[in-house]
């Protein structure tokens, strides 16, 4: 596949430092290893190789959901992938689902689930802050999924527009506040999922849970370590992205 002008490539320097940029003709990048055209990078495949001023090398590469999220415009603590990955997974998102997500912050759980629900599903984003709307938005477009996502204005304890969807994610400092509303708004059988840093934040929001006739619940914790490898002396890194949250689960019954 050849690059294209427009389109988002990642550049990855000799020292595995990363940066995700958008290729147009005649745009220098600056880095720490000296300035790019990235005009060069149109007409190459991905994998190959581009050199700044002072020839150091650059690869161009095909970013990943992940690098996406990663490399958003942040106003606020985002979700990490390792959180996303499992919240997917609990709560069985896929093409064709419609999904309330409250508290939408720089918007990086919406381009996971945009890019789950693709292309026929629906994502609702609510946030009470309109500077993070904003910046939300700008990284859903730029990520490629503007068209999926309505964002809206609200706070939560004034409830949601949509009904009957699948799933409602809540990612609030007092998430219990949103339960209540998510209970009047998923469909029998559909799935809530909520992530809090403390301790308290969950015991408040499993018993509004209770209080609302969710079942299944659950909570736990996702902790990622990464190992540096060479030959006879393999070890984990001394740092690691521990704690960023603990996620909770549950399913809407009838009674």
Known sequence: MKIKSGESVLLLSSDNKTFLVDIRDGKVFSTHL???????????????????????PF?????TLEDRMMKAKRLTQIIYPKDAALILLKTGIRSGFRVIECGVGSGVLTIAL?????????????????????????NVKDAGFGELVEFKLRDVKDGFDETDVDVVILDLPSPWEGVFSAARSI???????????????????????????FTNLETLEILIRKFLVRPGKTRPFERMVSHTGFLTFGRKAIV
């Open 59 to 63: 690869y161009l590469l095909d970013p």
């Open 187 to 213: 469909r029998g059988g559909g799935r809530i999922a909520s992530i809090s840093p403390t301790f308290n934040q969950v015991e408040k929001t499993v018993e509004s849970l209770n209080n609302e006739g």
């Open 114 to 138: 945009s890019n789950a629900v693709f292309p026929d599903g629906r994502i609702y984003s609510y946030d009470r802050r309109e500077d993070f709307l904003d910046n939300a938005k700008k």
């Open 34 to 56: 000296g300035n790019l055209n990235l005009g060069e990078a149109i007409g190459k495949g991905y994998g190959e190789v581009i050199h700044t001023q002072l020839g150091k």
